[in-house]
C-alpha cells in the first residue's frame, strides 16, 4: 500500500457523461499527478498539482480538467466523454518537486 | 521530446533464470531514472530509483539496475525469477517533474 488513495475504484459510464475521479495522497506530499494507461498509448502524464497550483501539462484533452483543494487532495474531471477515454487513470503524489512518486490503485473508467 | 525505449516486450523466462531488461532513453541533460512493476491487477510500485552517486542501485525484492550515462541506458536485472515475479516492468525518466514511461515489457516466469 503506497498511501495513496484513489476512489472509485470502477466507474461505468455513458458517452457524453461527465465524471469526478478523486485521489488523496500520502500524508506530507505535496504534489499530485495524473496518469492514463491504456492499451494503445501506455502510461501518459496527464498533469501536475503542486501545493495547489498546476505545474505541468502533458498530453491532457480539453475536456478533462483537474484541481488540487486546500487538503492536498485532487479531483479529474472528464467530460463529454467518448468511448476512447476507456482507460485506467492513476494519481500519484510526491514530496516536492522531483521526488519519487508513488502510486495510487488507479480507477478503471469504462465508457459504454 | 524525450522518449523512453524498452526492448522487450514480452519475456517469458523459466524460475531460476537470470533476467535483464533493457531501457533507453533520449533526454541528455540531468536526468531521474526508475523501475516500477506492475502485478497482475494492481498499481505500479517502486522497485528502484537512481537520482545520482554509485551508478549500481539495488532496489526490492533482489532486482538491482545499472545506470550507464554514455549509453544512456538503465538495465534491470535479477539474478534468479521466481514465479512471483511476472508482472509488468516499466522504466520511466523524470525531467520537469514528470515521469515519462516506457512501453512497459511484460515477465512471465514460468513454474
Known amino acids: 500500500d503506497s498511501g495513496v488513495t484513489q476512489t472509485p475504484k470502477h466507474l461505468i459510464t455513458a458517452t457524453g457523461q461527465r465524471v469526478t475521479l478523486r485521489c488523496s495522497p500520502r500524508s506530507g506530499d505535496l504534489s499530485v499527478y495524473w496518469y492514463q494507461q491504456s492499451l494503445d498509448q501506455g502510461l501518459q502524464f496527464l498533469i501536475q498539482?503542486?501545493?495547489?497550483?498546476?505545474?505541468a501539462k502533458g498530453n491532457i484533452l480539453e475536456r478533462f480538467s483537474a484541481q488540487q483543494f486546500p487538503d492536498l487532495h485532487s479531483e479529474l474531471n472528464l467530460s463529454s466523454l467518448e468511448l476512447g477515454d476507456s482507460a485506467l487513470y492513476f494519481c500519484a503524489s510526491s514530496r516536492g518537486l522531483g521526488d519519487t512518486q508513488y502510486f495510487g490503485p488507479g480507477t478503471r473508467l469504462t465508457v459504454l | 521530446a524525450q522518449s523512453v525505449s524498452q526492448h522487450n516486450h514480452h519475456v517469458i523466462l523459466s524460475e531460476a533464470a537470470s533476467l535483464e531488461l533493457g531501457c533507453n532513453y533520449s533526454y541528455g541533460g540531468t536526468v531521474n531514472l526508475f523501475w516500477y512493476v506492475q502485478y497482475p491487477g494492481q498499481h505500479l510500485q517502486l522497485l528502484l530509483k537512481y537520482f545520482s552517486g554509485d551508478p549500481l542501485v539495488k532496489g526490492i525484492k533482489g532486482f538491482e539496475a545499472e545506470f550507464i550515462k554514455s549509453k544512456f541506458s538503465f538495465n534491470l536485472r535479477k539474478p534468479s525469477v521466481q514465479w512471483s515475479d511476472t508482472a509488468e516492468y516499466f522504466c520511466a525518466v523524470n525531467n520537469d517533474y514528470k515521469l515519462s514511461f516506457g512501453a512497459g515489457t511484460t515477465v512471465t516466469v514460468r513454474a
Open positions: 498539482y503542486y501545493n495547489g497550483e498546476e505545474r
